[in-house]
């Protein structure tokens, strides 16, 4: 039977009513066409262009083969010009780089080959003056084997430390708690002798998993955060987000990977629900400084959905987790590209994705997606397929010069040293920076640390700058239409029909009258396209904002696109 409201129900009536009208009068609001340069989201995030840098390889300024600190502080104007919102650099602090940084000793320094604290404040400081941000790696999974947190934890059973880390004793030396297999390979248990138990690591022996249900850890762990945050940093990348915690009860793996394959993400090693409460902890630490700091994650998931859940159920955990089911493809495939951004776009609940296609982890998209005759159009269109996304985008250093791998043959005869202690196949991604065609493309004026890769001579800065058709000029186009045009700013998207498997048609609605048409062709073949899915009458174009090869604006909702074509064309 319905009872009669008290006052406080019709008081919280009507607060819901003032609520629900001000939520109307928001949507009104953003549904309102934008001006050039407005912006729908209030998070400077949600739309942005954050640049990777490998500092190792991007510019040395002492000689001494290494890139550092003082190398980004001079190349700021460069990225300023380029049009990037953010730098995210690659772990920087002291470590014995068994995997080149992400292996961290000391979290709140800075490696001597990179730098001292000074040179990164500085770093900060120019940064901002340009408009950049800077987002650093935090590495929040392990440790370096050297860090001293885990020197006291090995020392005995009974060190306060022992518990920061995840040991359990197993069957003794010859049997380990579990068969898992870590990402570099092998048991994820390395035997410590001294102390008789098994460590955990889900990547190297030397990069033990840190334990982050204990609560001095954690501690220890969030002060490094507050730490970077009070040196300027606008944000982290966090590294392994997925790996944070074990299921407890340490089960037998009841599918074993084959030998040498590497681990899977499996629900007794990842995606753990324990992981959601330290990310919303770390994210109410970034939301209590100002100017909007964020968390980029490394969060590799199986499904979409997974993906969905890392935003957290109340979006108070990572705003922007990177998404690897996009990122991770390999194949120039107009329908697989398009099940992906359809996913990415119309599955994760409208929050901001996170796209790109190349890292120090992934080869470079020009070599991935290059089949050695139009690697140069085919970049233009990979960067198109991100950069025209609603959405966060990535882009790694180089990237936009068309920067190759080095190829694997060549990578093997590089030898090992102090510079480069250990040979990794993810180096072939990480050759210095091509800034000229002179000696060691402008990286280094001594011995770089990784030789150069030989495409240097065509493909860098200065040579770029200089041709107004090059995968440099495309890029910049690119950044600065998508900061100035609206709809490509922060527009719906639109799911479109193209009527062709090898023909990729999407659209970005910043209004009902401002609509851009962002059209791509993954095939060597010219093709036709005929459009459905716009909204209203649309018929045709009449105005192209980019294209390449050079065409004209359609129109009508049928027409060619020349082989591996790309452009973006505006509705009016
Ligand atoms: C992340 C990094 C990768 C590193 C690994 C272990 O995946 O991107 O480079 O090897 O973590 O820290």
């Not at 987790?321 to 359809?342: C, R, S």
């Not at 995968?471 to 609206?486: A, D, F, G, K």
């Amino acid at each position: 039977m319905c009872q009669p409201l008290c006052s406080s129900e019709v008081d919280t009536m009507r607060v819901l009513l003032i609520m629900k009208s001000a939520v109307l009068a928001v949507a009104i609001m953003t549904c309102a066409a934008l001006l050039p340069g407005q912006s729908r989201s209030s998070h400077w995030y949600d739309h942005a262009v954050i640049y990777e840098i490998y500092p190792r390889s991007f510019q040395d300024t002492n000689g001494d083969g290494i890139g550092d600190l003082n190398g980004i502080t001079e190349r700021l104007d460069y990225l300023k010009q380029l049009g990037v919102d953010a730098i995210w650099i690659t772990p920087f602090f002291p470590s014995p780089n068994v995997d080149f940084g992400y292996d961290v000793s000391d979290y709140m320094n800075v490696a001597p080959e990179y730098g001292t604290l000074k040179d990164w404040d500085r770093l900060v400081t120019e940064a901002n003056k340009r408009g950049i941000r800077i987002l650093v790696d935090f590495v929040l999974n392990h440790t370096s084997d050297q860090h001293p947190w885990f020197k006291e934890s090995r020392s005995s059973r009974d060190n306060p430390k022992r518990d920061w880390y995840v040991w359990r004793s197993g069957g003794g030396p010859k049997q380990p708690p579990t068969h898992w297999t870590s990402i570099f390979g092998g048991y994820t248990w390395t035997w410590d002798n001294k102390t008789q138990q098994w460590y955990y690591h889900i990547f190297a022996p030397q990069q033990p998993d840190v334990n982050w249900a204990n609560p001095a850890l954690r501690k220890a762990m969030f002060d490094v955060v507050r730490f970077w945050l009070n040196h300027g940093a606008s944000g982290f990348r966090l590294d392994a987000t997925p790996y944070l915690f074990e299921d407890p009860a340490f089960p037998e793996d009841p599918n074993p990977p084959q030998a040498g394959a590497p681990a899977a993400l499996e629900p007794y090693n990842s995606g753990r629900p324990e992981n959601h409460e330290v990310l919303r902890q770390m994210r109410k630490i970034l939301d209590g400084y100002p100017h909007d700091p964020v968390l980029l994650g490394e969060s590799s998931t199986a499904t979409i959905a997974d993906l969905a859940k890392v935003y957290g159920a109340n979006r108070d955990e990572i705003q922007l987790p990177m998404d690897f089911l996009f990122g991770n493809l390999t194949a120039l495939n107009a329908g697989i590209f398009k099940k992906q951004v359809d996913a990415a776009e119309l599955q994760l609940s409208g929050q901001t994705p996170v796209f790109f296609f190349s890292s120090h982890d992934h080869p470079r998209q020009w070599t991935t997606f290059g089949n050695g005759k139009n690697n140069d159009q085919i970049a233009k269109l990979t960067a198109t397929l991100t950069l025209a996304q609603r959405g966060c985008v990535l882009l790694y250093y180089g990237e936009e010069l068309g920067m190759g791998n080095m190829p694997a043959g060549e990578l093997k005869l590089v030898p090992t040293g102090p510079k480069r202690p250990r040979a990794d196949d993810r180096d072939g991604e990480r050759t210095p920076m091509q800034w000229n065609d002179a000696l060691n493309a402008g990286f280094s004026t001594g011995s770089p640390w990784l030789p150069v890769e030989t495409g240097y001579k065509r493909y860098n800065v200065v040579t770029e700058q200089r041709n107004s058709s090059s995968i440099y000029s495309w890029y910049t186009q690119l950044l600065r239409l998508r900061h100035e045009n609206p709809a490509l700013r922060d527009g719906d998207y639109l799911p479109l029909e193209s009527g062709n498997p090898d023909v990729l048609a999407f659209g970005r609605q910043a209004s009902p009258t401002d609509v851009v048409l962002i059209v791509l062709n993954t095939s060597a073949k010219e093709q036709q396209a005929d459009i459905s899915g716009m909204p209203g009458q649309w018929q045709g174009s009449h105005r192209m904002l980019m294209a390449s090869p050079a065409a004209d604006a359609p129109r009508s909702q049928s027409f060619t696109v020349a082989p591996y074509g790309v452009f973006i064309a505006a509705l009016q």
